[in-house]
């Protein structure tokens, strides 16, 4: 079923919005986010290893010849560096990892490359936003007095580790190397770490923890970096347990009704809201559990099976059994949006995320069943004629779609669909590690380290 749901996605956009970036499935054309600047084709180069894996060969045929005649980064606009980072440079890499292609390696490589600008910072914590043309950087202006992001610096590290791999130039990962010692060196508020971090001063900007928007990504990297690194990073790993301890001591909660959830930290105080994004954090800590101080293996697995609980939930309470932008737990609600403005589904992956996580680690069905819900209501609810559109008010009796098919619904939620319904052998855990866009890289195993070692 994800394969026609994919091919449904990908025909609509080539018909519509080929070599755009996005697709608008209601108005038929395409849909221009600023997040890449003029870099175009993001839902092609998103797609690539999800066309290979579905193994449709035509499309990823017809994907790759417009990634070799069209892809051109020689734009003079300004972009933000996570998204190209996770969406492009991982998008390629992984089209170059599954297919061998060279011409995924070079662009992957010459992408890079463009990017680095961005770390020309007194500490070394990138800008968020990048001219590449011009190379000058600098941060979203709403950020806590001009900080880089922690889910944005701190989402880059895999990625660049491997284009100094394939490269033979360390300076990628020395880049991100760097974002590790400046963290470590600095004092953390109850051992968590905010979300925003002034490049210039390398002091943290105001006390904010979340997993969830702004924060996620960076925890589920020090767990990956571990993992894609044959678990020889310590470093990693010390970084993402004791993270999770102070995450369980001062932000998991149980609510009256008996969910577990993850409120957010503002300087000391709860806001007891769980936004969409933190959802992947359920299928983080069961892949996390293996790792985890020998007594603790069977709890981190708990964990995981209670916030997929949570956000199942908060799929269940809406009209459409699809799980709103952010939900809350309290004035006597619970997993449920309260504010207009967080009853909106975008097509969204990191429930379904977590289910394939869930399922991989223990195989319990209901995980299936709960996917296939969510196939049901996508189908129902998300399917226009033009492609998948994402919905406004998920609590409405009325689909009112917000005209956009995100390129990430077909590079993580259609992904982790099809992964959800497949054997494990497919892109098993112990070879490979999926980047925060799904997009799924080599683990470095210490035997290929000796190619590294040559290049230096």
């Not at 997040?35 to 449709?56: C, H, K, R």
């Not at 508020?189 to 943290?204: A, D, F, R």
């Not at 806001?271 to 603790?296: I, N, R, V």
């Amino acid at each position: 079923v994800s394969l026609q749901m994919m091919k449904h996605a990908w025909d609509n956009y080539k018909r519509y919005a080929w070599g755009l970036n996005e697709l608008k499935p209601i108005s038929k054309q395409g849909h221009s986010s600023n997040l890449f600047g003029n870099i175009q084709g993001a839902t092609i180069v998103d797609a690539l290893d999800t066309l290979y894996i579905m193994e449709m060969k035509e499309e990823f045929k017809e994907a790759k010849e417009w990634v070799e005649k069209n892809l051109d980064f020689n734009v003079n606009a300004e972009i933000s560096v996570f998204e190209v980072n996770i969406r492009f440079v991982g998008g390629l890499l992984s089209a170059y990892y599954l297919s061998g292609e060279e011409v995924f390696r070079k662009k992957a490589v010459e992408l890079g490359e463009k990017l680095l600008p961005a770390f020309n910072t007194p500490t070394g914590i990138p800008w968020a936003l990048l001219n590449i043309k011009s190379g000058i950087g600098r941060n979203w202006p709403w950020a806590s007095g001009g900080s880089s992001i922690l889910a944005e610096f701190g989402t880059l590290h895999l990625e660049f580790v491997h284009l100094s791999y394939l490269s033979g130039n360390p300076v990628f990962a020395e880049k991100v190397m760097n974002i590790r010692k400046v963290l470590n060196r600095l004092d953390k508020p109850e051992g968590l770490y905010p979300n925003y971090l002034n490049p210039s001063s390398g002091q943290w900007g105001q006390h904010h923890v979340s997993i969830g928007g702004l924060g996620d990504s960076f925890y589920e990297y020090l767990l990956k970096a571990w993992l894609m690194s044959d678990k020889t990073d310590e470093d990693g790993k010390k970084m993402y347990y004791d993270a999770v301890q102070a995450i369980e001591t001062h932000l998991i909660r149980k609510s009256s009704g008996g969910l577990t959830y993850i409120a957010e930290w503002k300087g000391g105080l709860l806001e007891h809201k769980m936004g969409h994004l933190t959802c992947f954090a359920g299928g983080m800590f069961a892949l996390g559990a293996d790792g985890a101080p020998s007594d603790k293996t069977g709890h981190h697995i708990e964990l995981g099976a209670e916030i997929a609980r949570t956000c199942h939930e908060s799929y269940d309470r809406t009209r459409m059994k699809l799980g709103p932008e952010a939900f809350r737990f309290d004035g006597g609600v619970e997993a449920i949006a309260t504010r207009q403005n967080e009853k909106y589904y975008i097509l969204r992956p990191e429930v379904i995320e977590t289910y394939m996580y869930m399922w991989r680690l223990t195989h319990d069905p209901k995980y299936r069943e709960w996917g296939w819900e969510a196939v049901e209501a996508l189908e129902k609810h998300c399917r226009v004629d033009g492609g998948y559109s994402g919905i406004r008010d998920v609590y409405n009796n009325h689909e009112s779609h917000d005209d956009v098919q995100q390129s990430f619904f077909l590079s993580e939620t259609l992904k982790y669909l099809y992964l959800l319904f497949s054997e494990d052998d497919l892109l098993p855990f112990e070879h490979w590690v999926f980047n925060t866009e799904a997009h799924p890289l080599p683990v470095l195993h210490k035997d290929d380290g000796n190619k590294e070692e040559n290049q230096k």
